[in-house]
């Protein structure tokens, strides 16, 4: 996996996975956000896969996972192994 800075123009794909478009197929308000970062999975399984996330979902996802993205990103690289 890899992380970068979101290019400017992207809009969050969770927020657009939940807020979706309008009838006349523009994007719902909600679904307008600024995607924070970039992630570029490097794994066999999903090879390839990029998502943008805003910060509020990289929030969501640290705090249901209980590791920053930073060691989300470690613990893929097999950098950083759970103990307990």
Request: overall charge positive.
């Amino acid at each position: 996996m890899s992380i970068h800075k979101a290019d400017g123009r992207v809009f969050c794909d969770y927020c657009k996975d939940q807020w979706g478009k309008n009838k006349d197929g523009s994007w719902h308000e909600k679904a307008q956000v600024k995607a924070w970062v970039t992630i570029k999975s490097e794994l066999a399984k999903s090879k390839g896969q990029i998502r943008h996330l805003c910060m509020a979902h990289v929030r969501e996802g640290e705090k249901a996972v209980g590791m920053t993205l930073v060691q989300q990103v470690a613990y893929a690289h097999g950098a950083v192994e759970l103990v307990g």
